[in-house]
């Protein structure tokens, strides 16, 4: 391996935890891809070549996917005044009237259900909540892999899971069949140049990684050493600290009030006609 692709994958790796980093593999194209990701929340103004939106779709058909079931649809929006009220329902966030691309991920059990009906054929599994599980794993798997295309053509792409905030009037805004509902969506575009985003580090491996069986041991001594990584990472980016990571996520998971609308999914999910037995 030469000494400049060692050095470049050391980087990246010290870059994601934070601290010194290193590896004995070779490096590759796409590890240096996956590495390399940062959520873009800054977009130029600047359209998408064409052919993009059909070749990200293609790397999402290309993941694996639950018994070649292919649970999953996604919506292009690249209308503005879609883009901007989808923006507002996803809690203001303006990147997604912004970036040239909105891909919506759809958990789609529609398309099986017609199937079935057209071919008289009982599909009563679509009532349990492990097919909905299932297409939401697979819209999952599709839209990860095309974050990943997106990057590897120098795009920016970031996840909102926001729109979960308004889940009816998001379904509404996109037409969607019942049996459809829409897992979360995506802003893809050309970073802005002038408002760069950064490699977020990662939780140490020690807490994530468990060889053989679960040991959640050293879990107490590692956060507060991620929470020091943490608040290093917002000043060098100029950023506000969020305070120590681990008060910041439990903010989060606080309680009803944080869940922002979502903590009436079930209720919902009933309603779009997930059976969620
Ligand atoms: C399913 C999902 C939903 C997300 N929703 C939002 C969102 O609504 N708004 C946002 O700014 N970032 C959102 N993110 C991005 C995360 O905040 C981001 O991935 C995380 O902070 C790690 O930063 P990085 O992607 O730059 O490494 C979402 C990420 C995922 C996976």
Redesign the pocket.
Known sequence: MSQNAADSLSSLLTARYGSLNESQIEPNDILNGLLS???V?AFADKPLADGTLELLVAAAQSASTSSNLQTWSVIAVEDKQRKQRLSVL??N?DFVSACPLFLVWIADLSRLKSLGLKRDKPHESLEYLEMLLMATIDATLASQNAAVAAESLGLGV?????IRNNTELVAKELGLPPKSFAA?GMCVGHPDPDRP?A??PRLPQSVVLHRETYDDGAIHETIDGYNATMDDFYREQNMKPLGPWDLHSLNRVRGVDALQGRERLVEILKSFGFGLR
């Open positions: 990701h940062r959520s929340r996803a809690n966030q970031v996840y909102v899971g926001a979360f985003a490699i977020k």
